[in-house]
């Protein structure tokens, strides 16, 4: 796709300017930073959307982390409300993030933060989806970057936006392209929830076998005295570098310098068994051998408070010979693949993750260190108990990672076809497509 390329016929060249809705306040910015900040934040309220709940084209909208304001400060910032298909881009900071209110979101609406702006077209012009793919695509999140009028921090302003150029194609071609790129999302979208339940559903056996110790045949298990909590007769507490069922493989993979960091779930280098999971990728083939993830390994980010966890199974093969992982995660291998269910969900309890917050360390970025994991501690069950729990979650495990490798390959499809689509080389005005409603 090329911004400055023929266009196909019937589609005009146009700025965001021209597809703005008609009236004064379609195209605006976020408020003046003495309007708006922590000292206005409450617990509950109107939502106000920032930086973490846009992507860079990952996805359309993240519906949750936010802080809220009350309804009388929303009022007074009512130029700056979101509403459903409106369009939000970050102004200050990452360049290049995009988002589209859905038409069914959680809240009735939002505010937008002082680092945003906010693009509401008119819909007899321009569908707002069809926009938004189009501003997530490669060439227009470089083209955005490349406005950068900023010095310490990027930057854009509301002029920028509204010269930002669009390729238009008539309104039924737009909505086809839309339905066409959003049936691969709505897919990812349904598998993700799959996912999420799949991630429930083992924790909720972990919480039952290893936390309230009611696992099978508990009744007939005596308990006894350990040196943090009592825990049944024959079961360990130890720092979870001695587990014998756990090999500590962190030193097994090297970082590489010339990588390029993703904190979302659109690269396919590595498959993340939690929802919104990170990922690495090059941006360029690295030059010297690398080591990879071994299989039957779990890996987690070593930052505070950062719930992020990779596992890599012959499941997911394919993907762990193309991924290498930064220093920032930190890993153990399972010594017999029947421990592997267990170590999953060891290092994915909030018990663990508790312990790795509390020993972090560090002035600017509190991160674990291999001294501090080694101050961890976690549950050594019985070889007998651990294998059974395997065999109840592993069914559970091997799905997720089915769906995980799925995605991947839906969201390399959207991502070949979105650049087509949204060009013309692929012209689907004569394709017969039953588009519904508009897509959300």
């Not at 796709?1 to 195209?27: E, F, H, I, N």
């Not at 049936?183 to 083992?202: C, V």
């Not at 014998?244 to 659109?266: I, L, S």
């Not at 590595?270 to 999971?277: L, M, S």
Request: proline share 6%.
């Amino acid at each position: 796709m090329s911004l400055d390329g023929q266009s196909p016929a019937g589609w005009r060249k146009v700025t965001a300017d021209d597809v703005k809705a008609p009236y004064k306040s379609s195209v605006v910015s976020g408020p003046f930073g003495s309007n708006i900040g922590k000292r206005f934040f409450v617990d509950a309220g109107v939502p106000l959307i920032r930086g973490n709940n846009l992507t860079l084209g990952d996805k359309k909208f993240i519906d949750d982390g936010f802080v809220f304001i009350t309804e009388e400060k929303a009022y007074e910032l009512r130029n700056c409300e979101a509403l459903p298909g409106d369009l939000i881009f970050t102004a200050a900071g990452t360049l290049g993030q995009v988002g589209i209110i859905p038409n069914f979101p959680k809240y009735p609406r939002y505010i937008i933060s002082n680092k945003q702006l906010r693009l509401r077209c008119d819909p007899s012009i321009a569908l707002a989806l069809y926009l938004y793919y189009w501003f997530a695509s490669d060439q227009m999140r470089q083209y955005i970057i490349n406005q950068n009028t900023g010095a310490s921090v990027p930057l854009i302003t509301l002029g920028h936006l509204r010269s930002f150029p669009i390729h238009l194609p008539p309104l039924p071609t737009q909505r086809k392209i839309a339905a066409i790129l959003s049936a691969y999302d709505d897919l990812i979208e349904h598998n993700m929830r799959r996912i999420k339940i799949l991630e429930e559903m083992a924790q909720l056996i972990y919480q039952e076998w290893f936390v309230k110790f009611r696992f099978p045949g508990h009744e007939n298990v005596r308990m006894a005295e350990s040196e943090m909590w009592p825990i049944p007769e024959g079961w360990k507490v130890r720092n979870v570098t001695d587990m014998p069922c756990f090999r500590f493989v962190c030193e097994n993979v090297m970082p590489y310098e010339g990588m390029k960091r993703y904190f979302a779930t659109a690269d396919v280098r590595g498959i993340e068994i939690v929802g919104e999971g990170v990922t690495y990728t090059f941006e360029k083939k690295p030059s010297r051998a690398q080591k990879q993830p071994p299989a039957d390994s779990v890996w987690f980010a070593r930052m505070k408070d950062t719930y992020k966890v990779l596992v890599f199974t012959d499941a997911n093969e394919r993907w762990a010979k193309e991924c290498m992982l930064s220093s920032g995660f930190a890993g153990f291998q399972a010594s017999d693949r029947g421990w592997l269910g267990y170590l999953y969900c060891t290092i994915k309890s909030d018990a663990f993750h508790e312990g790795k917050n509390r020993y972090c360390t560090g002035a600017t970025q509190m991160s674990l260190t291999n001294e501090g994991l080694k101050r961890i501690q976690v549950l050594a069950p019985d070889h007998r108990t651990a294998i059974a729990f395997n065999q109840l979650t592993a069914p559970g495990v091997n799905e997720i990672l089915v769906l995980q490798a799925l995605n991947a390959v839906l969201r390399r499809t959207r991502d070949l076809l979105l650049p087509k689509l949204i060009s013309g080389e692929l012209d689907v005005s004569g394709l017969n497509i039953d588009i519904g409603e508009e897509p959300a």
